[in-house]
Structure formats: C-alpha cells, structure tokens
C-alpha cells in the first residue's frame, strides 16, 4: 500500500457476448473479464501506473477468471475481498457500430454487498488517487459505504469518478439526485456524451460542467466518441480530438480513457491532492492521451486495453495516433 499507487474500486462483471440465432433455438456464450472499474484498473496497470484493485471477487468459476486476468496485467489484488455471492454477467448486443448495450444479471452478486469493515481506511491504503464508477457507485447496499470512503480518502488523496450511466438498470434520478454531493467528494469526473445527456437531457454543456464545478470537482472530461473529448478545468474548456481507428467494437474505450487520463496525470506527478499544479494545458495533454488508449481499445475486440509498449510502437494496425 503506497501512495504511489493508484486504487480503483467496484466491480468486476462476466461479458458475455452471444452468437448464434435464438430463432434456431440455441445461442453459444463467449465470456469475456469485464466491469468498468476492472477494465480501468487493467489498462493503468498495463500502462505502467502501479494499480490496486479494491474489489469483492467471487469464489466461482468467474471470480476465478477475473482474477487471472487482473494478475495477469500486474494489479495489486492484496485489497480485495473474496466474496461468497456470485458474480455479477452482463449480457452484451453489439450494434453496427461496435457500441454494446448490457442486460445485467445482478441481484444479490459479490460486487454490492460491501460492509464497513472490508472498506476500512486500513484496506484502501495510503493512494494517492482512489478511482471509482459505474454501478457500484449507486447500488446498494455498497454504495452507501463507497460514498463513505471517498469521504474518507478526499482528506489526502485525489478523488476521480466515472459516472458510466445504466439507464434502465438504475433509476436515472439516483443520478441526478447525488452527482452534486459526488463533486463534493470528487476532483475529477469523467464522463461520456451519452452519460451527460441521460443525467441533464437538452442542457448545454458548458452550463452542466459548471454546476459540478462550483459543487467541487476541479477537472471534467466528456468523451464524444469520434468527435474527441472536451476538457474543462474551474470553467476554462479545450477540445481534443479523436485518432482515427477502425473500429471492432466500443467496448472498455471509456474504461480505458479514463485509465489514459490518470496515468497521465499520475506520470506527472500530479495526483496526490487537489491538482493544484494542474492547468488546462496539461490537463489537455492528458486527454489527448487518454484518446490515444481509448483508440487502441477499440481496435480490438472486447475490453483488451493497450500496455505501454503498443503506444509507444506507434499503435495497431488500422489506427493513427498523433
């Protein structure tokens, strides 16, 4: 436990992605390692940012299979509890355009039944950035203690949320009602697009970016896909753009993004506090990197981020990186 690691907290989720015909009566299930906060602690470690992993990780057969995979990309796992309950599948369509929608088997699974006592101070450790999103961060009866140990961890550590909207999986309004209290605890939110429209629908922005600042959080990033990601710091905003990829699917780009934003700002000694040393160019400089994994990660298939080495061959084949 070092604060010069980064800790990331949720869950990890069995993607199963389908093929075959249902109208033929059978389809065939290829299961893929998963779940935003797994995949994003994967692509930091495998770009070289000492990573732990704080996570309920179930004894059966996928439990098993998360685990290989996050020891295998060098993550710390000395956090994690193992955890009686099942795992948490997600069941995955893909659209022509690579972006996957996910029908959730999810009740009673390991990932949300956190307690007090395996979220202590002494478990998460002395980071200096906790990281954490997506489902765990709204699904009770864990929530409730992950809100508590960003409470606790923003005293002297860097505190970075990735929203990762479910709609149709948690009620929107949970959304809406806690992003403010989350900027509170929160230095950095990054977000997608599609997340921004479904918590503010038809508000601006800029407008939106604004209110989580003055509620707290210091750095915002929204992700738009092909058009790149806009960085807005305390209000003063750049644009970055996307490299061109061809895409294999969307899946884990946003995980990986994230990844690529903090490991960025970890190589510059940046996290560890409020980001006071942080200004918009740098903050740029970080995104843009961050696109450049996140364009990696949609080269392939599946939630398979970049190691450090495949940026710095230049990338795979079929994308341009700047």
């Known amino acids: 436990m070092s604060r010069s690691q980064v800790a990331v907290l949720g869950e990890c989720v069995a993607d199963a992605f389908a093929t075959g ?32 992993f704080l996570g309920r990780l179930s004894r059966d057969t996928f439990g098993a299979l998360f685990r290989s995979h996050l020891e295998a ?27 996957a929608d996910y029908a959730f088997y999810a009740e009673g699974s390991a990932d949300w039944q956190w307690s007090a006592q395996e979220l202590s101070a002494e478990q998460i450790g002395d980071v200096a950035c906790l990281h954490t999103g ?6 009770a009866p864990g ?11 923003a005293a002297h550590a860097t505190v970075s949320i990735d929203p990762n909207v479910r709609a149709g999986f948690v009620d929107l309004a949970v959304y809406r009602e806690r992003m403010l209290m989350w900027c509170a605890l929160t230095d950095i939110v990054k977000l997608s697009d599609d997340d921004m429209e479904t918590i503010h629908p038809g508000e601006p922005v800029e407008r939106v970016c604004d209110a989580w600042h003055a509620a707290g959080a210091r750095l915002i990033v929204v992700t738009r896909g092909p ?6 710091l305390d209000g003063e905003r750049a644009t970055v753009p ?6 294999v699917d969307t899946v884990g780009a946003g995980d990986s993004f994230t990844a690529g934003l903090l490991h960025h700002l970890h190589a510059g000694d940046l996290l560890g506090g409020r980001l006071d040393a942080l200004d918009l160019d740098r903050a740029a400089k ?34 341009r990186l700047p």
């Open 21 to 52: 015909k249902a109208s033929q009566g059978e389809l065939t299930l290829r299961v893929l390692p998963g779940g935003s906060p797994a995949n994003t602690a994967v692509a930091l470690s495998r770009l070289g940012t000492p990573t732990r």
């Open 73 to 99: 990309s060098g993550v710390d796992l000395t956090g994690c509890v193992s955890a009686a309950e099942p795992s948490t599948l997600a069941v995955a369509t893909l659209d022509e355009s690579g972006r």
């Open 134 to 139: 997506s489902i765990a961060l709204v699904h």
């Open 143 to 153: 929530a409730e203690r992950i809100e508590e140990s960003l409470a606790r961890v």
């Open 227 to 232: 058009e790149g990601a806009l960085v807005s």
């Open 242 to 247: 996307a490299p061109v990829v061809k895409v």
């Open 286 to 319: 970080a995104a843009a990197f961050a696109a450049r994994v996140a364009a990696l990660t949609c080269s392939v298939p599946g939630a398979d981020p970049p190691w450090a080495r495949d940026l710095a061959d230049g990338g795979s084949p079929g994308v």
